[in-house]
């Protein structure tokens, strides 16, 4: 209950932060700007690798919101001298990473649903290039693997949030880390797709044809 507590202390500071509306906007980016690029008339990407975009982009995009929002959920404690306040309490130090911990969760199920929705109304079309049964199956499946992609990163924002007073540094450090890995990653995600379209670009056929 007093993990519960600290969540919840934690979560109403973050909903008032702008930081985390600024999160929002970068969580989403991905996933509107493949819209305008799958879009467009002058890049015709082929149907085939639009699922495999949209990972690729929007997992890291993920990434980096669960990390900016949430990079002082330790180091603003410092900066604010509630630290000592914090750990004299009757509770443990467990209770107290766990609270926060599920804070950096709601939060992280927030811009995944939020990614989750979007593909849903912009990328309506992708299921059915991708292999999978429904619909469902698409959202479900990527609200799963974007809440576990943002899993490490909660545990290194807490980890070095602990050890480094300025959420600067915390940033930087996560993102040399881990940043740079999930990018590679997130670029090799394959997936089972119909192989009726030979290449990523293609052209219209002319109406002659």
């Known amino acids: 209950m007093k993990a519960l507590a600290i969540a919840l202390k934690d979560t109403k500071k973050l909903l008032k932060s ?3 509306y600024f999160s929002l906007f970068l969580a989403s980016m991905a996933i509107i700007g493949l819209k305008v690029l799958f879009s467009a008339p002058f890049l015709l990407i082929s149907p085939m690798y639009w ?6 982009f929007s997992l890291p995009c993920l990434g980096l919101a669960i990390l900016i929002s949430n990079s002082d959920i330790l180091t603003s404690e410092y900066s604010e001298g509630t630290i000592l306040t914090l750990f004299s309490q009757p509770v443990s130090n467990s209770s107290i990473i766990f609270g926060k911990f599920l804070a950096m969760l709601f939060c992280s199920a927030v811009f995944a649903g939020l990614d989750t929705l ?3 109304f912009l990328h309506s079309y992708i ?6 049964m429904s ?5 479900v499946s990527f609200f799963l693997v974007a809440l576990l992609f943002q899993l490490p990163i909660i545990g290194l924002t807490l980890l070095f949030s602990s050890i ?4 600067a540094t915390v940033t930087i450090v996560v ?7 999930a990018i590679l990653y997130a670029s090799q995600l394959v997936w089972n797709v119909s192989q009726n379209v030979p290449c990523l ?3 219209s056929p002319s109406p002659r044809d």
């Open 175 to 181: 993102i040399l880390i881990y940043e740079s890995l």
């Open 18 to 20: 702008p930081k985390f």
């Open 201 to 203: 670009l293609y052209t």
């Open 135 to 139: 619909e469902t199956q698409v959202l």
């Open 127 to 132: 299921w059915e290039v991708t292999g999978f």
């Open 51 to 56: 699922a495999q975009f949209i990972f690729t």
């Open 118 to 120: 979007l593909i849903k």
């Open 164 to 167: 480094f007073k300025r959420s």
